[in-house]
């Protein structure tokens, strides 16, 4: 599985666009990309994910460039709420119906809004 | 509220005891995840299980064990408990289809301390 860097922490304000990038340099064609957001003592939260390109949903965008080494997770007009970490993961697509998958998050983004 | 449901939330237990962590994916998903989450170690892997199979083995301890029961529930047996066993026990679950992206659905975790 490709391993994934990201910042140890961003600050922000709100009403700011933020854009957390993730960096998975040995990436797989048959890898894709999923962030999730974990708020303290709560289970990590699907947020979005994607393969190529851009994908948006209402909530976030996911930017992927052609050669899919990075990707960036944009949280437009962030707020107070949006504290959180933010994980990057890449998985892989099985071949088997509920194939083994070692999904392993990396160390995530703490993510601290401020007023 | 993810459709997850662990039980129990919190539990407290004395070094060298066994303690068994229950979960019960959302209706329909087939996949069932195991993670720890330490302050130290981040959100760690354990397994991976489909429609009682194991499909999938993190670094799991010899101590712990895990299975899926034919109505898809699962355990996670932790014995010989330790101090540094002490942490935030997650299940996660999915549908598991061939050739698409896993979406993880976490519950909201057991916390386990060890005293």
């Known amino acids: 599985l490709a391993k994934t860097t990201q910042p140890i922490s961003m600050d922000s304000y709100e009403g700011q666009e933020v854009n957390i990038t993730c960096s998975h340099n040995n990436i797989a064609t048959n890898d894709y990309i999923t962030w999730y957001q974990q708020f303290p003592s709560q289970g990590p939260r699907f947020i979005i994910q994607?393969?190529?390109t851009k994908v948006t949903n209402e909530v976030a965008s996911l930017f992927i460039p052609a050669d899919r080494k990075s990707s960036t997770l944009s949280l437009p007009r962030v707020s107070l709420s949006d504290t959180a970490v933010y994980y990057c993961l890449v998985g892989e697509f099985s071949i088997l119906t509920g194939g083994g998958n070692k999904l392993t998050f990396g160390t995530g983004t703490q993510l601290k809004v401020e007023l | 509220d993810s459709g997850v449901t662990q039980t129990p939330k919190h539990l407290i237990t004395a070094t060298g005891q066994r303690v068994t962590l229950r979960c019960s994916p959302r209706?329909?998903?087939?996949?069932v995840y195991w993670y720890q989450q330490s302050l130290d170690q981040g959100l760690q892997f354990l397994i991976q299980?489909?429609?009682?199979?194991?499909?999938a083995k993190g670094n799991i301890l010899e101590r712990f064990s895990a299975q899926q029961f034919p109505d898809l529930h699962s355990e996670l047996n932790l014995s010989s408990l330790e101090l540094g066993d002490s942490a935030l026990y997650f299940c996660?679950?999915?549908?598991?289809?061939?050739?698409?992206?896993?979406?993880?659905?976490f519950g909201s975790g057991t916390q386990l301390s060890v005293l």
């Open positions: 209706s329909g998903d087939l996949s």
């Open positions: 996660a679950s999915s549908v598991g289809i061939p050739q698409t992206p896993e979406k993880l659905f």
């Open positions: 994607g393969y190529k």
């Open positions: 299980y489909y429609n009682g199979e194991e499909r």
